[in-house]
Structure formats: C-alpha cells, structure tokens
C-alpha cells in the first residue's frame, strides 16, 4: 500500500516537472531580435551629442579663416548654443523610446524581482528537517509558478508592445526624417562650410613669392584638415543611415504586427543590428 | 509668402551650390584673376556661403516647431513601456508573495520545529522584495561624456 501510494507521488512529482518544463518551453517569447535591436540602436542614439558639439566647434572653426584677405561673413556659431538643447530633446526621445521597446521585449526576466528560485532552498534553511518530497514539491510548484507567470508576461508584452509599435510607428517615420533631413544635414552644412572657408583661406595665403617650406607646410596642413572634415562628415552620413535602418526596422515590426515570430524576426532586423553596431564605431572613432 | 521648412532647405543647398561653384572659379582661375576680381569673388563666395547657412538655420526652426507633437507621441509611447514592464514585475512579486504563503499554509499544517518562522521569514522576504523598485527601467540614451 505505501510502494503504491509512493509510486503516485513520484508520477504526481514527474508530471508536474514536466508540465513546468513544457510551460517554460512555450513561455520563450520570439523577441530577442528586438532587444538586441534596441541595444545596438542605443550606440547610435549615443553619439548625438558629440556630433553636435562637433558641428559648433566646426563652425568656430569655420570663423577662424577670416582674416585681411579672405574678408568674408562670419558664420551664426551661437545657433548651435540655441538649438543643440532641443535637438538633444528631440534625440532622447526617439533613442528613449527604443530603449523601452526592448527592455519590455527582453526575454530575461531573471532581473524582475521574484524569489521564486530561493523558496525551496529557503524552506530547508527554516526547517532542516523537512523532507526531501517536499522540498521537491516545493521546488516544482515554484517552478511552475515561475512558468505561468513567464507565460504571462509573454502574451501581455507581446500584446502591449504590438500596441505601443502600432501607435508609435507615424511618429518614429517623422522623428528619424527630422534628425537625419533637418539636424543631421545642418551639421553637415557646417562641415561643408568650414571645409569651403579653408580651401578659400589655404588658396589666398599661398603666393608665388612665399617661401617654398611654408608654402608646403601651409598645403600639408590645408590637406589634414581636409582629411578629417571628411571623416567628420562620413560619420554625420553614417549616423543618418542609422536612422535610415531603425526606421525600416521599426516600420518592418509594425507591418508584422501580430504576426511575429523569431525567423522573420531575425530576418528582418539582424542586418540592420550589424549595421548599426557599425555604424557607432564609425561615428565614435570620428568624435 | 510663407516659406515651408523644406523650401527653406532646398533654398539653401541652392545658395551652398553658388557658394561652392563661386569659389572653384576663383581657385581655379586664380592665376588669370586680378586682385580686385579675386577680392569681389571672395566677398560674393562668403555672401552665398553665409545666405544658405542661414537659410538652413530657418529650414530647422521651422522643422524644429513641426516635429514637436511626434516627440510627445514618442515620449507617452516610451512611458507606456514602462507601465507595461512595471506591469510585469508587479504579477510577478504577487505570485511569488502567493507562492509563499502556500508555503506557510503547509508549515501551519505540517509543524515541525522552525517551519512556521522560516516560512513566515519568506514571506516577509516576498513582500519585501515585491516593494523594491522594479526593475528593467529603460536607461536614457545618455549624452557621450565628450
């Protein structure tokens, strides 16, 4: 009588593993992508700020070419003291805004407070005797408890974050365009000021009649420069790609609303991950 | 006329391409040039230079002004993403509270030595932890120390 009832609590023990095992299974949501998305898409969103700075102290440049022969306008440099905060503003909310997409879509719960994991253990530490089934018990219950509630926050961070994809996608399209067609091109404008600026000051300062050693120091410095205003500008165009990718990947995840799953997912957004990862070194390495 | 912030832009790549082509004349015809010639070049060069900068400042104070209510709907977006993972972690620490208290249930039933305070003690701990704050706030996209 007591090796049946044992039989039936070890089968009692084994299904209820098993169903924990099988929920967690299922609970996996398909949104890794989405995370890893967000995170390289945060690199970018990073820059901003040097490139900004980068633009005001191109344009100071800029004004440092004037002088007796190349007798030309300055340029407006406290523009940048004006504006940069809302542009700032205008950054933080889009690269804000993915960030909270992929801290909802993130599939690692173990940061949520839960203690779950330490109850079995707990249990002993409070009773040292208690025994081995029911630590095991224990053990499975909160591991389904764990499971269901995984469960859970699968479906309803799906659910929430199709919503917020779907209402947000309009505004996400305008956001990227204004920061790669209106801020983004002003700083190249400056960029392409100050490089105008130094090629009309390097041309002006060289004479026949100069000495031949500064005459070439004068070009070697006016080609360096060059050289780096270059680089200055390649990394502004690389940023406005960026924004170019997270909005086809953001309007790729609203087309597909509903409809997510973890290969079309991939798909989609991991050329875009690589770019983006890329695209920050690039824009790193030229601030 | 009121100018849009796109034809204040599309102006202003207009004036930069005078600019750019005023000043490769004059680099590239320097050495037929006389200075007064060269000096009238400069001055139109920096006047178009500085005419599409600041037609390109007006294109963003415009833009700046239109882009104003996506940045709202972007804002409210992120704080809904919020809520919902506050959402999450608020089920979770209820479950585990409940968790617990089962455990305290059978300790009530099954008393041995300790069961009841140790169970109580995870319990407290539940509720405890159920109050930290919760976790997984999305960080700003901090500006680069620079």
Same mark, same amino acid.
């Given at each position: 009588m007591r090796s049946i009832v044992l039989t039936r609590r070890i089968r009692h023990y084994v299904i209820v593993c098993a169903a924990a095992s099988f929920l967690a299974v299922c609970g996996c949501t398909d949104l890794g992508e989405v995370?890893?998305?967000?995170? $390289?898409? /945060?690199?970018? +969103?990073?820059?901003?700020?040097? &490139?900004?700075?980068?633009?005001?102290?191109?344009?100071? =440049?800029?004004?440092?070419?004037?002088?007796?022969?190349?007798?030309?306008?300055?340029?407006?440099?406290?523009?940048?003291?004006?504006?940069? %905060?809302?542009?700032?503003?205008?950054?933080?909310?889009?690269?804000?805004?993915?960030?909270?997409? #992929?801290?909802?879509?993130?599939?690692?719960?173990?940061?949520? %407070? +839960? +203690?779950?994991?330490?109850?079995?253990?707990?249990?002993?530490? $409070?009773? %040292?005797?208690?025994?081995?089934?029911? @630590?095991?018990?224990?053990?499975?219950?909160? #591991?389904?408890?764990?499971?269901?509630?995984?469960?859970?926050?699968?479906?309803?961070?799906?659910?929430?974050?199709?919503?917020?994809?779907?209402?947000?996608?309009? +505004?996400? @399209?305008?956001?990227?365009?204004?920061?790669?067609?209106?801020?983004?091109?002003?700083?190249?404008?400056?960029?392409?000021?100050?490089?105008? =600026?130094?090629?009309?000051?390097?041309?002006? &300062?060289?004479? %026949?009649?100069?000495?031949?050693?500064?005459?070439?120091?004068? $070009?070697?410095?006016?080609? $360096?420069?060059?050289?780096?205003?270059?680089? @200055?500008?390649?990394?502004?165009?690389?940023? @406005?790609?960026?924004?170019?990718?997270?909005?086809?990947?953001?309007?790729?995840?609203?087309? /597909?609303?509903?409809?997510?799953?973890?290969? /079309?997912?991939?798909?989609?957004?991991?050329?875009?991950?690589?770019?983006?990862?890329?695209?920050?070194?690039?824009?790193?390495?030229?601030? | 006329m009121q100018w849009s912030p796109l034809d204040l832009k599309n102006l202003a790549a207009v004036y930069d391409d005078m600019a750019d082509q005023v000043l490769n004349f004059r680099v590239n015809n320097g050495s037929t040039l006389s200075q007064t010639q060269k000096n009238q070049l400069t001055q139109l060069f920096g006047q178009l230079d500085s005419q599409g900068e600041q037609l390109e400042n007006e294109a963003l104070k415009g833009a700046l002004v239109d882009i104003d209510s996506a940045v709202v709907d972007l804002q409210n977006a992120t704080h809904d993403a919020k809520s919902a993972l506050k959402t999450i972690t608020t089920v979770q620490n209820a479950i585990s509270i409940a968790v617990a208290a089962v455990g305290l249930g059978t300790a009530l039933l099954n008393p041995t030595p300790g069961s009841i305070a140790g169970s109580l003690d995870t319990l407290v701990q539940a509720i405890k932890t159920a109050n930290t704050k919760p976790a997984g706030d999305a960080s700003a996209a901090a500006p680069k120390a620079s």
């Open positions: 995370t890893q998305f967000a995170k $390289a898409s /945060q690199d970018v +969103g990073k820059t901003f700020s040097a &490139m900004a700075d980068g633009a005001k102290t191109s344009c100071n =440049r800029a004004n440092s070419f004037i002088n007796a022969e190349n007798n030309i306008p300055p340029l407006n440099c406290e523009f940048y003291d004006q504006v940069n %905060p809302s542009l700032l503003k205008v950054n933080d909310a889009l690269f804000n805004y993915i960030a909270s997409l #992929g801290a909802l879509a993130a599939d690692d719960l173990s940061k949520v %407070p +839960g +203690g779950f994991d330490n109850l079995s253990a707990d249990l002993k530490k $409070a009773d %040292p005797n208690i025994s081995t089934a029911n @630590q095991t018990k224990a053990t499975a219950a909160s #591991g389904l408890a764990k499971a269901i509630t995984n469960i859970w926050a699968s479906g309803y961070r799906k659910e929430k974050l199709s919503k917020i994809v779907g209402d947000s996608n309009n +505004g996400v @399209q305008e956001v990227t365009a204004f920061l790669s067609d209106y801020a983004a091109d002003k700083f190249l404008q400056t960029f392409n000021e100050e490089e105008r =600026r130094e090629l009309s000051y390097c041309d002006l &300062m060289k004479s %026949p009649t100069a000495e031949p050693l500064a005459t070439d120091l004068l $070009a070697r410095k006016c080609a $360096a420069d060059k050289a780096h205003i270059e680089t @200055q500008k390649a990394a502004v165009k690389k940023y @406005q790609d960026a924004l170019k990718t997270i909005a086809e990947s953001h309007n790729k995840l609203n087309e /597909q609303r509903g409809n997510w799953n973890a290969a /079309q997912l991939s798909k989609d957004l991991i050329p875009g991950i690589v770019d983006l990862g890329n695209g920050a070194v690039s824009i790193n390495s030229a601030f | -």
